[in-house]
């Protein structure tokens, strides 16, 4: 289940990969409020349509703001729910500086 790009403006984009046989999500881009609410949706749905641990890509991902980090927390809370768990298997040098300044390193096993 690849769902390819999402543009915003001209040449801004960002990316959403999932494979539920892996349960592999992986974003890239830029992820700021004007796409956050469809990150969500996609990780809501990806999250009703899988089971078990989820493990996420941010390898790719330049950028993300306050409100793509409440979509993460966001989508962990429900996989937590469930009784699952997410772990960060990739991040770029850019994103884990800010989840080491917000302190929500911990809650995606960095």
Same mark, same amino acid.
């Given at each position: 289940m690849s769902d390819g790009k999402q543009s915003r403006g001209e040449s801004e984009t960002w990316t959403w990969e999932g494979d539920p046989?892996?349960?592999? =999500?992986?974003?890239g881009g830029e992820v700021d409020?004007?796409?956050?609410?469809?990150?969500?949706?996609?990780f809501v749905?990806? +999250?009703e349509q899988t089971r078990g641990d989820m493990f996420l890509d941010l390898g790719n991902l330049s950028? =993300?703001?306050s409100s793509g980090l409440a979509a993460l927390i966001e989508g962990?809370?429900?996989l937590?729910?469930?009784g699952r768990k +997410?772990?960060?298997?990739?991040i770029s040098h850019q994103v884990r500086k800010l989840f080491e300044l917000?302190?929500?390193?911990e809650l995606f096993g960095l």
């Open positions: 046989r892996t349960n592999t =999500v992986s974003i409020f004007t796409v956050s609410p469809a990150v969500r949706d996609r749905t990806f +999250i950028y =993300v703001d962990r809370k429900l937590k729910a469930k +997410i772990t960060i298997t990739a917000t302190q929500i390193g």
